[in-house]
């Protein structure tokens, strides 16, 4: 059975005990959730070397990691790379995005090494051995999936809610359609005449997603690109049927989340987590930033922080990481690990916020070495101690650092507030004539 049937069922799973205890949450708490659909274990039965983690309401944010060869830049070792560095910064799950080379060699190598959740987007790889997005068929796209799904592929992206409705929709927008996976679909569908082939075999795609206990995550095809086109028709569009397909998951006992934009303005970023929430009867949240600003290229790992923690702020589960090369160029070992750490404090603003379990205790913590100048503790608190401890290493750090030195307002407070000429000690009394 899957997680999720194992909820309804009343059974709390092994991997359910050890997202409990990672998290500090009541078992039935989390058996619940699972059961109504709020949380998802993307976990593979084919993942020998898994550390399951659970993603949804009541649980901290999560961030993901893409890397994955192109048809410009195909080295599979270089791909390994990247995900030591996102595992050695903190991502909580990896997604191989591979559209170049040996997609399954890489993937393989991926999976055997990764103990976080692992995805991918089949389609990608349907399109490229059917000779093209145009020339795909549904029997190559379940074959593709079948193969990522044995491989021990743990979640994956499916574009089911593009359809041919929203089209027209997508064609008033300044920027069309940047999802690759909508593209190809809209190139399909415009060949063929008919009807996105994700959504009509809907259920043989659910049969394989069980069978392995795969997590479906609705792919957002008609996200907006830029600011002008955040939350758009055509964007609402797919929305609407993304939540008719997460029932469609759940009453197949399959797990499902949904993703979501994008570029949006930070006053539009609430309503579109609330719009999720409610229109997908409260599955997790996968947003891609979002994006409050389209001027920022090579910044764009801390403008996807800004977004990300409004978004996590208000709900949303599951936070994509963007990386300084967004908009640029397939990233390196750095720039996944730069992307990486940028998404991790914006899921930890966000769950301060949400006063998501141990929170505010880590804060607590680090505030409390600073406050005894404790440097080397500072280090261990560090959400990127090995960043921080490389700085410390050209500082002459005892009790102060060399921004005030002598003059550092900690060190002098604490020393006032010990002295004997303390503010808190009393005043001498003085008589009439000034006499004491």
Known sequence: MTQLENARSGIVTGEMRRVCAAESVHEETLRRRIAAGRVVLPCNKNHRNLAPIGIGEGLRTKVNANIGVSPEKSNPELELAKLRAALEAGAHTVMDLSTGGDIDLTRRSIVERCPAPVGTVPIYQAAIEAGGPARMDIGGFLEVLERHAADGVDFATVHAGVMRAAVPLAEKR???????????????????????????????????????????????????????????????????TLGELAVRCREAGVQVMIEGPGHVPLDQIEQNVRLEKERCQGAPFYVLGPLPTDIAPGYDHVVGAIGGALA??????????????????????????????????????GDLVKDAPGARRRDARMSLTRSKRDWPAMVRQALAPEKFAAMLGGENQEDHCSMCGQFCAIKIFKEAAQSEDSLLSPEPTTGARGES
């Open 174 to 240: 300044l920027m069309g359609v940047v999802s690759r996976g909508g593209s190809f679909l809209i190139r399909w569908m415009r060949r063929s005449g008919r009807e996105n082939f994700l959504y009509e075999y809907f259920d043989d795609i659910l049969a394989i997603a069980r069978h392995y206990d795969v997590t479906m995550s609705l792919g957002d095809g008609l996200r907006p690109g830029c600011i002008q086109d955040a939350t758009d028709e055509a964007q609402l569009h797919e929305l609407r």
């Open 312 to 349: 996590a702020a208000h709900g949303a589960d599951f936070l994509c990481y963007v990386t300084p090369k967004e908009h640029v160029g397939l990233p390196d070992a750095d720039d996944v690990r730069e992307g990486v750490i940028a998404s991790l404090i914006a899921a930890h603003v």
